[in-house]
Structure formats: structure tokens, C-alpha cells
């Protein structure tokens, strides 16, 4: 190869591939053309053009110079020898002497003795990397920049030629062939577990706008409101279908979105916008990007979440004024593939057909999680790659149990997975079977089984998991997404509805926890450097005292007759517990005044989740009607680890002596002061974490739903008399964690605690 090798020769060689990649004839003959064209026109003694085969493995598919006997023969695994390594890193080699590089695999069937150079380049093709192509000579000689260059921009070519003429189908590429068993796994967070074996489904959630300007206002702003009245139409619509849904009941998120597409600030901003000359899809476009970009500057992650359902309603309001028709037909096992997505496009599709949702970006708390759980679909999250490495139609497994997709998976993976998602099916069977039986242990310890919920879709888990009640009703959750806080007649009926559809079961209502992770749009008064730790939750309210009067006002008025059981978030001490309650005794002085029912019973009660509040217990005892444990907070604070940080994830963990001894010294004290004390943090639907709850004298616990089936087969396969003593003997143990400790108990013991 040579330095004079000019652009002139660059544009002659890639047309001549151009011709050669769109001539007639099997795929071998042209490809082989191809790699002899380069050959010689880059003067080099050897090209070799390698494929990606499924496994992540590169088989030589092409060569001119090497023996002609290691085509299909020679196989190199990403990362193994230089082609694997620059396949692996998606980047160019150059190397004068290529025996010398340490990653340098000698495949004597290729015969490549006699070449000591080597020039390698990725071949990319939308994104991903499709193979490698390679140059080399005889003389140890090393490349310029120019040449490296070159040959890109040919590896480039030959890619987008191979997609477009279809000279290597993509099916073709992946078929699996011989013994290879490498599989491609790309993982993630999982936000809803299961196991999901179909094929990919790329989610195309974005609309191009074609006209931008028009100088008929009039005819515009009709077209406008004619949309907005079909989309409110339509969420109408998913609303209904949220109601006769046996497992849905996540209506309280598309009210949300109705209130959105009745909003008069937002639809007269986009009249504005049209009224400057700007066609309607357009202004809804620039009155988005302009919400979008100020929602964005705020550091929360959670209203960037309630971004994702702006970005949902506005891309729904374009495609109605596009015409389009959004419905794509679902192959019967889909797994859908998407950046991220909001819950009307996700209930846009078949959920019978849906078997799972990829999601590059997405977090526990957005609604399409939320919707995606509700309809009981896997669902991964923060998958990196998984638009660029995964296409549509490729064979997948989505396994949200163990946080991974596998792409191209082989018929034995595949096989194994099946027989997975019947074992999950027989162990839901499992739970069914003792749903109706008490929460007992073997020797007669009654353990109380509560679910938490936030929005009125997770109400039907308490007649599904045949809870004891709600333990933890999180009051802040649909009002998150909401522009303003909604007035007493709107929290009223809410929490009726709450109350009505517990039908009789004792619900604990937690007054606003908004600030932290969870700042609602209404409060949001400005970025904080540290929101976790800042102006939040009971602080807030205090502060506010309005919003917790009127929250009060209406639970109050809700419950008339009935029990009332209230509490209040992050209290960190005495003083604020009492200027809480007492706001609580006005406002109940307020309602019979004017004429109201008081509820039969009053329990206020506080969440203990700020450590230093530990140090009060006493007093505390003494005001409390109950205490509500929340190991998320209590834990992110004892250990000053941020509960949202996937990095810290598995560092601390629940199971540990300092967090037992911690539990035990409240349980304990509140025990001894004969008041409630439960535990309503995620721990308590672990079913190993929960066993030692129990074990401690914790028998009160709030879980999310589905852990209900398994806490409760545990409960029943233990016994008291086994696990107190056990649990007691941890409390002086040093280990970082006591998981593994509790876990070989409980297979001994024979306690089901998966
Ligand atoms: C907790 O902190 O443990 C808790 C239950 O409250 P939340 O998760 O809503 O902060
Ligand atoms: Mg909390």
C-alpha cells in the first residue's frame, strides 16, 4: 500500500464497490470481488473482510491472500486477537508489526506466516458493529493516518452496501452455526421481574413534522382544537379500557394526562404560537421543546420522569394532527424496544401480545413502569445498547429477573428460559394456593401482611394478594406529574375512592412526601444541592402549612365514621411530630364544627426514617399512636448512601448488624410501650429480610403486592421458636452483610424464602 494513494483514487475505488456490491450473484463471489478490488487498489497483500455470526463471533468470510481454505473455517471471538480486539472496541489498528502486539492469535490454517503488517478496521453499520475489515503485507511496515483513514471510509461503504443490497441478510448474519455458544447479553435495572421470550419490536414514538409555517392562522388553530378533542377522546378511551381491564385499574395516571390536555395555560400558549405564523403541529412542537427544556434544568429526577408523559401527550397530539395512525400490529410474543416511553403509547399496543419492554434509559418510578407492573410485563431498564445492538425482529429473551436481554439466543437457551417461565408459573400457582390461608408461623405467630400503594391500580393488589390492609398509602404519587396541587373536593374524592375500595380493611394514609426524589411540579420552588437531605417532605408541609391542613381536611372528611390512621413522613423530631399533630387536632376541631362527622377511631402516627428521631424514642412512644419503620430513607441516612444511586446499590445492606440492632432497639421500645410499630420499607417484601423482621418481633409488614405471596410463604415455613434466637445472635455479628448467614438458616430450616 501506498502513501500517493490520493482522493481521486478514493472516489474511483468506492464506485467501483458501488458496481461490484450491486452486481447479480451469490454473496461469496461478490464479496470475494470486493476484498480483491481493495487488494489491489490499496496495494496490499492480503484483504479480508470479517462477519459478524451469532455468539459475537467473527468468521472470515471473505479473503484475498490468505488460504482460501480458512474461509468459514477461521472464527475469533469479540476481544480475541486483533480482529476480535478491534471489533471489541469499534476502533482502528495500525500496527507495523502485528507478531509483536500481545493480542496477536496465530490461526496457522490462514497461512498468514509471511505478513507482518496489519491495518484493521470496524465495519459499522447503523451503529453496530457488523465485522471487521483487514489489510496486510509482507514488509513490516507501518500506516499513516491518510491510509487509516482510507480504509474506514471503504469499511463504511462495504456496510451500508451489505444492509442495502442485502448482500448479507441480517438473518443470515446472525444464524447460528456449529458449536458456537457465546451469547450477546446486554444488561439493566429491572423494574417489573419475569422472563419474556419473543422477538424485538423497535417502539417509534417520534413524529416529523412536514409543514412548519402557514400564514391561514384560523384554519390552524381549528385543527388544533379538533386534535385536542380527539386526544382527549382517545384517553377517554384508554381510560375505559383501564376500568374493564381485570388487571388494570391505572386510571388514576390517565386522568392525569386528561387534566393535561384540558389545561388552558398550555393549549392557549400553542394558540399563541400559531397565531405567529406557525402551522398547529408545529406549535404544540415549540411549546413542548420550551416546557421540555425548562422542565429539564430542574435537578429532580423524578419530574424529568413526568417529562416522559409530557413527551407522550405531545407526540399523541402530533399524530393525530398528522393523521397517523399510531396501532402497530404486534407480532404474538413482542418485546418492545424503546429509549424510554411513555404509559399511553405503552397501552397502545396489545398488552396480550406484549411480552416484555427494553428500555435504554427509564426508572423505577416513571408510569410506564408503573402501568408495565400493573399488566404484570418484564421490564428492563437502562440497558446501554439496546437501540443500537438490538434490531427488529431479532430473537430475544428478556430476563428482568436476573436484569439481562440475550440477543440471537440458541434453541437450548431458549429451552431453558421456557422452562423457567413455567417454573414461575407453577411457583404463582404456589402463592395462589396459600393466599387464602392466614399469615401464620408454624408455632402460631400471627404476622400482618399489608400492601403499599400510591396510585388506585395498586388497590386491586390488596383483594389480589388477599392483604390485611394498606400499610403505607403514599398520598403524594398521582399529584406528582400535576401543575398545581389539587384542591380539598379533589384529594376528598380520592381518598373516598381509597377508602371505598379497601372495602373495611384499615388503610394508613402518609401525608405529602413531596421534595427529595419525589418533588411534585407544584412545590418546586428552585434546585437544591442536596434535595434528598433538604426543604422536603414534613419540612415542607410545615412550612406550607395550607397543604397539610387542607390534605388533613380531606381525609378527615373521607373517613367520617370510619377509622382514620394517618402519619407523617421524615419527621426528625419531637417538635415536629407535635406541630404536625396539633395542626391534625385543629383541623378535626374545624370539621365537627362545622358540622362534620368525626371518624370512628383516630390513630396518628409517624414514619421513623430519620435516624436521629431514634434518640427520642421515649418521648415519642408517649404522642405516636403507631410507628411506621422506612428502611429506604432509614438506610440511605444511617449509611449515607443515596437510595437512587445504582452504583451503591449492593454496597449496604438491609441484612446487616448495625441496621438489626438499629430495628431491634425500636421494636423493642415501641413493644414495650405497647404501641403498633411496623415496617413499611422494601425490606419488608423481601421474603429472607422479612423472615428476620419477624424474627426481631416486627409482625406488622407493608410490601408492595406481589411480594405478599412469597412473605407469605415464608412466614408459614417458619418457626418463631427457630428464628428469635437465631436473629438474636446476629445482632453482635461483624459481618458487612449477614444475607448469606440468613439464607443458610433458611434452607436448613426448610423456610421458603427463594
Ligand atoms: C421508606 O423510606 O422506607 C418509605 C417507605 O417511604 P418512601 O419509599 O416513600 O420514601
Ligand atoms: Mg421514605
Known amino acids: 500500500m501506498s502513501g500517493s494513494f490520493s482522493a481521486g483514487d478514493l472516489r474511483r475505488m468506492l464506485s467501483r464497490l458501488r458496481d461490484v456490491m450491486a452486481g447479480v450473484g451469490a454473496v461469496q463471489g461478490r464479496l470475494d470481488k470486493v476484498v480483491a478490488l481493495i487488494a489491489q487498489d490499496l496495494r496490499a497483500d492480503v484483504c479480508s473482510c470479517y462477519v459478524m455470526r451469532a455468539g459475537e463471533v467473527l468468521e472470515l468470510f471473505a479473503t484475498f491472500g490468505l488460504s482460501q481454505k480458512a474461509v468459514h473455517q477461521t472464527r475469533l471471538r469479540v476481544g480475541e486477537g486483533l480482529v476480535g ?22 490461526r496457522p490454517e490462514t497461512g498468514e506466516d509471511f505478513f507482518r503488517s496489519l491495518m484493521g478496521v470496524p465495519m459499522i453499520q447503523a451503529g453496530r458493529v457488523i465485522g471487521v475489515l483487514v489489510v496486510q503485507t509482507k ?107 381485570a388487571e388494570g385499574g391505572y386510571g388514576d395516571i390517565l386522568e392525569v394526562y386528561r387534566m393535561f390536555a384540558d389545561d388552558r395555560g398550555w393549549i392557549s400558549k400553542i394558540s399563541d404560537v400559531i397565531s405567529s405564523g406557525l402551522t398547529a403541529d408545529a406549535a404544540v412542537q415549540k411549546v413542548h421543546d420550551d416546557t421540555r427544556l425548562k422542565m429539564m434544568q430542574i435537578n429532580d429526577p423524578i419530574l424529568r420522569e413526568r ?11 402530533l399524530s393525530i394532527l398528522a393523521g397517523g395512525d399510531k396501532k402497530t400490529e404486534l407480532p404474538d410474543n413482542a418485546i418492545l424496544i424503546c429509549r424510554s416511553i411513555g ?100 408455632d402460631g405467630v400471627k404476622v400482618s401482611l399489608n400492601i403499599n400503594a400510591g396510585f388506585l391500580l395498586d388497590m386491586q393488589g390488596l ?64 434546585p437544591e444541592d442536596n434535595p434528598a437531605m433538604g426543604w422536603r417532605s414534613i419540612r415542607l408541609t410545615l412550612d406550607r402549612p395550607a397543604l397539610l391542613r387542607q390534605q388533613l381536611r380531606a381525609m378527615i372528611k373521607a373517613t367520617e365514621g370510619e377509622t382514620l390512621r394517618v402519619m407523617f ?38 414514619m421513623l426514617e430519620v435516624p436521629s428521631l431514634i434518640w427520642q424514642l421515649d418521648a415519642l412512644v408517649k404522642r405516636a399512636n403507631f410507628v411506621s419503620i422506612g428502611t429506604n430513607d432509614l438506610m440511605q441516612f444511617m449509611y449515607a448512601s443515596d437510595r437512587g444511586n445504582t452504583k451503591l446499590a449492593h454496597r449496604y445492606d438491609t441484612l446487616s448488624p448495625a441496621v438489626l440492632t438499629v430495628l431491634n432497639q425500636i421494636v423493642q421500645k415501641c413493644t414495650a410501650a405497647g404501641i403498633e410499630v411496623s415496617v413499611c420499607g422494601e425490606m419488608a417484601g423481601n421474603p429472607l429480610d422479612a423472615i428476620v423482621l419477624v424474627g426481631l418481633g416486627c409482625t406488622n409488614l407493608s410490601m408492595s403486592a406481589i411480594a405478599i405471596g412469597p412473605v407469605r410463604a415464608a412466614v408459614r415455613s417458619a418457626a418463631m421458636k427457630d428464628i428469635q434466637p437465631f436473629v438474636r445472635n446476629l445482632l453482635n455479628a461483624e459481618d458487612s452483610s449477614l444475607r448469606e448467614r440468613v439464607r443458610a438458616f433458611a434452607r436448613d430450616r426448610g423456610i421458603a424464602a427463594g
Open 85 to 106: 480486539e478491534i471489533a471489541a472496541h469499534a476502533r482502528p489498528l495500525a500496527l507495523a508489526d502485528a507478531w509483536s502486539h500481545p493480542q496477536f492469535v496465530y
Open 139 to 245: 514488509d513490516e511496515r507501518p500506516f499513516n493516518d491518510w491510509e487509516v483513514e482510507t480504509l474506514e471510509t471503504v469499511a463504511m461503504v462495504i456496510a451500508e452496501l451489505m444492509a442495502a443490497t442485502q448482500v448479507v441478510k441480517r438473518e443470515e448474519l446472525f444464524q447460528s452455526e456449529g458449536n458456537v455458544t457465546l451469547l450477546v447479553r446486554l444488561s439493566g435495572a429491572s423494574l417489573h421481574p419475569g422472563v419474556g421470550i419473543g422477538v424485538a419490536v423497535m417502539h417509534k414514538p417520534h413524529v416529523r413534522i412536514g409543514r412548519l409555517v402557514s400564514d391561514d392562522p384560523v384554519t390552524e388553530q381549528y385543527r388544533l382544537h379538533t386534535a385536542l378533542n380527539a386526544l382527549r377522546q382517545e384517553v377517554d378511551a384508554l381510560i375505559d379500557g383501564s376500568r374493564e381491564d
Open 307 to 317: 417529562v416522559q408523559d409530557l413527551d407522550d401527550l405531545a407526540n399523541r397530539l
Open 343 to 442: 404509559p399511553t403509547e405503552l397501552l397502545d399496543y396489545d398488552r396480550k401480545k406484549l411480552k416484555g419492554l427494553v428500555m435504554e434509559e427509564g426508572s423505577p418510578t416513571m408510569h410506564a413502569a408503573v402501568v408495565a407492573k400493573a399488566l404484570d410485563i418484564p421490564v428492563l431498564a437502562q440497558v446501554v445498547g439496546a437501540l443500537t445492538r438490538i434490531d427488529a425482529l431479532d430473537q430475544i429473551v428478556l430476563d428482568a429477573n436476573a436484569g439481562q436481554v440475550i440477543l440471537h439466543p440458541s434453541e437450548e437457551v431458549i429451552e431453558a428460559y421456557s422452562a423457567a417461565v413455567d417454573a414461575r408459573a407453577k411457583q404463582k400457582a404456589a402463592y395462589a394456593a396459600v393466599r387464602d390461608l392466614p399469615a401464620v408461623t408454624k
Open 463 to 526: 383483594a389480589d394478594a388477599n392483604a390485611d390492609g394498606i400499610g403505607l398509602y403514599r398520598t403524594e404519587m398521582p399529584f406528582l406529574a400535576m401543575p398545581t396541587l389539587p384542591d380539598v373536593t379533589a384529594q376528598l374524592a380520592l381518598y373516598r375512592q381509597v377508602i371505598e375500595g379497601a372495602k373495611g380493611k384499615p388503610v394508613t394514609f402518609r401525608t405529602l412526601d413531596v421534595g427529595g426524589d419525589k418533588i411534585a411540579a407544584a412545590t418546586v420552588t428552585g
Open 569 to 606: 413522613p421524615m419527621i426528625a423530631n419531637i417538635a415536629e411530630f407535635d406541630a404536625a399533630r396539633r395542626i391534625f387536632d385543629l383541623e378535626m376541631v374545624r370539621h365537627v364544627r362545622d358540622g362534620g362527622r368525626p371518624p370512628k377511631s383516630v390513630k396518628v402516627g409517624t
